[in-house]
């Protein structure tokens, strides 16, 4: 089985630049996260789809970022402009389900450096 | 008070000791727990999940679980210099349905 695939790996930019990260999900698997993981930090979730639909946004900093999963299966992330303390590793993960026994994958994460 | 709370360490133990990784949560209608392993410049990896009270065991690793006292932890045997990682503890919230993380701990195993 195919793991989470996401790109680039890494990123540098400038503040005020945008910059936009892919997420290919294991084949089948409905729901789509991305989270942020700032260094030394545990992963925080920006965004959940099921399916196309949005699960749950609420701690997507709207003026900034946003998301979007056409046809219920790649999804991209944006950040336009970016801040310094966008800096950190953006994690896809997917899963079968949204119920409690369905684990999430995660992709290896796109590292973001915001000069 | 942090939805889920961690001890960031890093936790150093000798090669073949047992490791004690602690977690504790403040939703006291969770029912669902994660441990996820995170080697540096990785992502996360799911190794552990246990949901209801008391030990689970699967290889060198147990998972234990208390509900009441809102703590969950895992205990690695034997411990091997390829344990090294960051140890992710993760509550699925009763209230939202998310998966909510703790900061990590970082174990660090000497030979």
């Known amino acids: 089985e195919a793991g989470v695939a996401q790109s680039p790996r890494y990123k540098i930019i400038e503040k005020r630049q945008s910059v936009a990260f892919w997420c290919n999900p294991i084949?089948?698997?409905?729901?789509l996260y991305w989270y942020q993981q700032i260094l030394g930090q545990g992963p925080k979730l920006l965004i959940q789809f099921q399916n196309n639909g949005v699960v749950d946004d609420s701690q997507l900093p709207k003026d900034r970022f946003s998301a979007e999963r056409l046809k219920g299966v790649d999804s991209t992330l944006k950040i336009q402009p970016a801040k310094l303390e966008d800096s950190a590793v953006y994690l896809c993960a997917s899963s079968a389900g949204t119920g409690s026994y369905s684990p999430l994958h995660f992709g290896n994460g796109t590292r973001l450096t915001v000069t | 008070q942090k939805e889920v709370e961690q001890n960031s360490g890093p936790l150093s133990v000798p090669e073949g000791a047992i490791a004690s990784l602690n977690c504790t949560y403040s939703d006291r209608g969770s029912q669902s727990f994660f441990w996820y392993r995170q080697y540096s410049g990785k992502s996360p990896e799911l190794i552990m999940s246990?949901?209801?009270?008391g030990d689970k065991e699967d290889g060198r690793f147990t998972a234990q679980l208390n509900k009441a006292s809102q703590y969950v932890s895992l205990l690695i045997r034997d411990s091997q210099p390829s344990d090294s990682a960051t140890y992710l503890c993760?509550?699925?919230?009763?209230?939202?349905?998310?998966?909510?993380f703790g900061q990590g701990t970082t174990l660090q195993v000497k030979p």
């Open positions: 993760a509550v699925l919230s009763s209230n939202t349905g998310k998966l909510i």
């Open positions: 246990i949901y209801s009270n």
């Open positions: 084949s089948g698997h409905a729901t």
